[in-house]
């Protein structure tokens, strides 16, 4: 990787947050972890020199190398322009329309990426937006973003991410990775995160936009008590007595805190306050 970027006269760009993995172990455990078969569409986030789309390509039966620096997308299209599974898409992946692949293959892709940190988790929450369209995500991310995901009730990384990616996906930290194995070298450790997308929510929920509000209120005001974030948050319309009505009638106690919550609970809250009109 060093030696190509060398050749070709580039340097990572901070800006795009551009660390590329350079150990061929970790890439290996990576493919490894997508348990890719001919007939997968794989949909690779951020393709850099492509030292991970080679691999993805001699499994897969197509891929589909997204990357936006306009400099590496030029490189990658020489250097796969003769194989036949790669084809190499110059775009910004929180802004690219995944529909026309979906339309086009009629089966759900896999997708595999080396996220920067600056949009880890918007990209997350967009394949999550986008899951209908995919059977499988396996993501780099900073370690502390991989334990956001995972994350369980009553500790400090539990958050929103936590609990959207318990409702759409089954998700665990496949392995961790140290800064020597990228270059430029990032100043933290890094993790892979494998989620299987569930076929089905693990939780009915009736009204997923009540379970949006009542989540950012309790979370945007983390510290407060759930009676009083709620007021702070979404629901600042409503008299006191009507949240906590709310509250009990979802059997929560109003003086305990959102990072307490469980995903069942918080959907049981977002039915009350639903409820409520």
Request: with cysteine.
């Amino acid at each position: 990787m060093r030696k190509q970027l060398r050749e070709l006269h580039l340097r990572p760009k901070k800006k795009l947050g551009q660390h590329f993995v350079v150990d061929p172990r970790v890439l290996g455990k990576m493919v490894e972890c997508a348990a890719l078969k001919g007939e997968d569409v794989v949909l690779e986030i951020g393709a850099g020199l492509g030292a991970l789309t080679a691999p993805l390509a001699q499994r897969a039966g197509k891929v589909y190398a997204l990357e936006v620096d306009p400099r590496l997308a030029s490189a990658l299209g020489e250097r796969f322009s003769k194989s036949g599974p790669v084809e190499v898409v110059l775009a910004d992946a929180l802004q690219f329309d995944f529909s026309p692949l979906s339309q086009e293959w009629k089966r759900k892709m896999k997708v595999i990426a080396n996220l920067p940190y600056e949009i880890s988790s918007p990209m997350i929450f967009r394949l999550l937006q986008e899951r209908e369209r995919f059977s499988l995500l396996i993501l780099m991310l900073q370690v502390e973003m991989a334990r956001r995901v995972v994350a369980h009730p009553g500790t400090k990384d539990y958050g929103p991410l936590s609990l959207w990616c318990q409702l759409y996906t089954k998700a665990h930290i496949a392995f961790s990775v140290p800064p020597r194995a990228f270059h430029p070298r990032p100043r933290v450790d890094s993790a892979v995160v494998k989620f299987e997308v569930l076929e089905k929510p693990s939780l009915i929920v009736e009204d997923e936009r009540a379970l949006q509000r009542v989540i950012r209120s309790a979370f945007g005001y983390r510290r407060k008590t759930l009676a009083n974030a709620m007021q702070l948050g979404e629901y600042s319309h409503l008299p006191m007595e009507k949240i906590q009505e709310a509250l009990q009638s979802a059997g929560i106690d109003p003086g305990l805190r959102g990072e307490v919550l469980s995903l069942e609970q918080f959907r049981d809250l977002g039915r009350a306050f639903s409820a409520l009109g």
